[in-house]
């Protein structure tokens, strides 16, 4: 099902396998970036998925003012949301999107009770989720 769709995200819902996700493309400021977060949690509250897969791979490099905002808005309320469920990034192709993340990671609090891996690729992404599957 999608959710939410711009030229700078794209959000979907596949129930069959309670999977949220998001994929990005380049956005041009601010409020975009925020608009897609704000999406991204609007979708966990209405769904409640517990598996999610964040593709970055066309994400732009991330203001450090948004930066900030992920850690003390986006974050907190995200992970309430994915606790106890499955997170699979997909890293930017983009040098400086890759050091903005790794910006916010450090900024953030341990996930606690997520099951959460870095990919380069979705197939391998899903190639997880359904080895997880196995092991439950």
């Known amino acids: 099902m999608l959710f939410f769709q711009k030229p700078f995200v794209t959000i979907h819902f596949e129930e069959q396998?309670?999977?949220?996700?998001?994929?990005?493309?380049?956005?041009?400021?601010?409020y975009e970036y925020r608009e897609g977060l704000s999406q991204a949690l609007a979708?966990?509250?209405l769904k409640?998925?517990?598996n999610w897969i964040l593709d970055l791979r066309e994400l732009s490099a991330i203001r450090l003012n948004d930066q900030n905002w992920t850690?003390?808005?986006?974050?907190p309320q995200f992970h309430a949301m994915v606790m106890g469920g499955?997170?699979?990034i997909?890293?930017?192709e983009d040098f400086y999107s890759?050091?903005?993340?790794?910006?916010i990671a450090r900024g953030m609090q341990p996930l606690e009770n997520v099951s959460a891996r870095y990919f380069n690729?979705?197939?391998s992404a899903m190639a997880w989720f359904a080895s997880m599957a196995e092991l439950q």
């Open 17 to 30: 396998f309670n999977l949220a996700r998001v994929k990005w493309s380049r956005f041009e400021n601010s």
């Open 43 to 45: 979708l966990g509250k």
């Open 48 to 50: 409640a998925p517990q």
């Open 71 to 75: 850690v003390t808005h986006f974050l």
């Open 86 to 88: 499955k997170l699979a």
């Open 90 to 92: 997909i890293l930017s």
């Open 98 to 103: 890759n050091a903005s993340i790794g910006n």
């Open 121 to 123: 690729d979705e197939e």
